[in-house]
């Protein structure tokens, strides 16, 4: 019979709402693969008894899922990885990931608050030219967002989300930033691009420099042409290193170039040309680091083409998941 969710759980009131959940997706998954399981339908109705919250989670996982749950519990090989006995538990991460974002996919198209937020913002697989009131030219990628706040004394971009490309009208009195993620980086006489990710925010250069400091202390560095800096969200500034100039481009030409990146940040990118969300199941694929060059007018064959060179599994479960493992 298959391992029994929430065996070694936190019990009562202490439940997180994630621990909840984790445990409904887990009680989803089994249920399809074994329906006519009677053991493990009594421990079910144990488990909805537990708790009167359980009921709840549960329903609303079930209800959520739909047809993402009903594809992927026909998966056997996902199943296999998605409830495999945990030597006292199951795996469950795969199981999280796809409740967390079969959660937030019946969220993804109420985008309203980052309307409100913003000046200038672009949809999925859009790219939008944005011609600033100093004569700046901002080049916003796919799924991206930016706010305007430009004064007498200065010029501030706050991007909200994705990426930009900005090249920079000259303007002495007035320093021209960049704000992301808790960091700024200011413009001196050039063209650059900032990436906003989950992970990290990347500041890339092509002409001239730029200065990027972040809200910790001692955290900030000068960044020349040719050349990227990484930073995290609690301001950590990474080394700076030189990169091809063509594969920073390669993006407002319709490409997605990368070399020796981690596959979750390659997935990141190509959520902004797909409807919906991209979840990579396994830490250890998460991590997996990898070059490529891939066509951005056909993102699901690109992905798809991206899977099979990695030798892994992708599935299309509805229109707003997308799951590799």
């Known amino acids: ?25 887990d009680w989803f998954l089994q249920r399809r693969e074994s329906p006519d399981d009677l053991m493990l339908a009594a421990h079910f109705d144990a488990w909805i008894a537990g708790d009167e919250r359980h009921a709840k989670a549960y329903e609303r996982v079930r209800c959520l899922m739909g047809d993402a749950g009903a594809l992927l519990a026909g998966d056997q090989a996902f199943l296999a990885k998605a409830t ?5 538990g199951k795996a469950k991460a795969a199981a999280a990931a796809i409740a967390g974002v079969s959660l937030l996919s ?14 200038h ?28 706040r430009f004064s007498k004394e200065a010029r501030r971009v706050v991007l909200l989300r994705g990426e930009i490309f900005v090249e920079v009208a000259p303007d002495a009195a007035r320093p021209f930033s960049v704000e ?6 200011t413009a001196l006489g050039t063209a650059f691009d900032v990436d906003m990710r989950n992970e990290a925010t990347s500041v890339t250069v092509l002409e001239h420099s730029v200065q990027v400091e972040t809200g910790k202390q001692g955290q900030n560095g000068r960044v020349h042409e040719n050349q990227r800096v990484d930073y995290s969200p609690n301001g950590q500034l990474g080394s700076i290193e030189t990169v091809d100039p063509s594969s920073v481009a390669a993006w407002r030409n319709g490409r997605f170039i990368f ?3 981690p596959l979750a940040e390659v997935a990141e990118t190509f959520e902004r040309y797909l409807p919906g969300r991209i979840v990579v199941t396994r830490e250890g694929l998460r991590q997996k680091r990898l070059s490529g060059n891939f066509d951005l007018s056909n993102p699901n064959a690109a992905l798809a083409d991206l899977a099979a060179a990695l030798e892994i599994r992708l599935i299309k479960a509805g229109p707003y998941l997308t799951v590799l493992y």
Not at 84 to 88: E, I, L, P, S, Y
Request: net charge positive.
């Open 1 to 25: 019979m298959p391992g029994v969710p929430g065996g070694n759980a936190v019990t009562g009131s202490a439940k997180s709402a994630s621990t909840l959940r984790e445990e409904a997706v």
């Open 121 to 148: 913002m672009s949809g999925t697989a859009e790219r939008q030219v944005v011609t600033a009131p100093d004569g700046s030219t901002i080049t916003l990628n796919a799924h991206s967002a930016i706010a305007l």
């Open 180 to 185: 992301a993620a808790g960091g700024t980086t």
């Open 84 to 88: 495999r006995r945990r030597g006292g």
């Open 106 to 119: 019946a969220f993804y198209l109420t985008d309203m608050p980052m309307r409100l937020r913003s000046d």
């Open 259 to 261: 070399e020796d990146r």
